[in-house]
C-alpha cells in the first residue's frame, strides 16, 4: 500500500530527518511536506485526506494547540501525530485529550519514531515511555467553537491575530474586503465574541511555552 504522509514543521532540516524516517518505515511512502499552517491548509485543501500528519505545534499560524484542534475539527479521518521540542507532561496530556493519535518528542531515536509511525498507521496509538496518562480534562468551550471554523475562517482568525485589518487579508487572500468581513463575523459569532481583540485573546489562550524552543529558534537563524 502507497501511504501518503504530511510532514508539518518550519525546520527544513528536521523535515528532511522526518522524511527519512518515514521512508524507513514505509515502502515507497508519498511524503508532502508544509512549513506553516497555511501551506499544511493548502496541502490538504487541494489533495486526498493523508494517511497520516506529523504535527509540529510550534511553526507559523499555529498558536500552541490550535493547529491540532483545527486538524481533528475538519480533518478527522487524519491521524495526527504530534511532534515537539518538548516532552513535558502536561504537554503530552493535552495533545492527547485533543485526539492526536500519538507524541514524539524530537529527540526520540530512529528506531523508536519509526516504531511509532507504523504503530498509528496501524490505527493504534503511541505515547513516550515515560508518558503517564492522567484522566482526561474536558475540552474547553472555546476550543470546541475553534475546532467548527473553516479552513478559510480558521486562516483569516491567523491572519487577525498577526495585527492584518481586513483590507491587508482581502489583499494576501486575492478576495474583496467584504467577504473578509462576512468570514470575520461569522468568526465572531462561532467563538461567541464581540471584537477582534477578544478573538486575538481566544486563540492565544491556547499558546504553550515549549521548553528549549529558544535555542531551537536560535539553530534557525
Not at 518515514?22 to 515502502?27: I, M, R
Not at 508544509?34 to 485543501?45: F, M, N, P, V
Not at 491575530?161 to 462576512?182: C, F, H, M, P, R
Request: hydrophobic share 40%.
Amino acid at each position: 500500500m502507497n501511504f501518503t504522509i504530511i510532514i508539518a514543521d518550519d525546520h527544513p532540516l528536521f523535515r528532511t530527518a522526518l522524511k527519512s524516517s518515514v521512508g524507513h518505515a514505509l515502502k515507497e511512502p508519498t511524503v508532502c511536506e508544509a512549513g506553516s499552517i497555511s501551506e499544511l491548509q493548502i496541502l490538504l485543501e487541494n489533495s486526498t485526506t493523508p494517511d497520516l500528519i506529523l504535527l509540529d505545534l510550534h511553526m507559523p499560524g499555529a498558536h500552541g494547540f490550535s493547529g491540532l484542534i483545527f486538524l481533528r475539527g475538519q480533518y478527522p479521518d487524519a491521524p495526527v501525530i504530534v511532534v515537539s521540542a518538548s516532552d513535558d507532561q502536561q504537554i503530552i496530556q493535552k495533545t492527547k485529550n485533543h485526539g492526536a493519535r500519538g507524541f514524539i518528542p524530537k529527540s526520540t531515536p530512529l528506531n523508536d519514531l519509526t516504531a511509532a509511525i507504523i504503530k498509528v498507521l496501524d490505527g493504534e496509538y503511541w505515547w513516550p515511555d515515560n508518558f503517564q496518562p492522567m484522566q482526561s480534562q474536558q475540552i474547553s468551550d472555546m476550543e470546541a467553537r475553534l475546532a467548527t471554523l473553516t479552513p478559510q475562517q480558521f486562516r483569516v482568525l491567523g491572519m487577525i491575530s498577526e495585527g492584518l485589518l481586513n483590507k491587508q487579508i482581502a489583499w494576501d487572500l486575492n478576495v474583496s474586503e467584504a467577504t473578509i468581513k462576512a468570514h470575520v463575523t461569522a468568526i465572531f459569532k462561532k467563538l461567541g465574541v464581540r471584537s477582534r481583540t477578544q478573538a486575538v485573546i481566544a486563540i492565544k489562550a491556547l499558546e504553550i511555552d515549549l521548553p528549549g524552543q529558544d535555542v531551537q529558534d536560535q539553530t534557525k537563524d
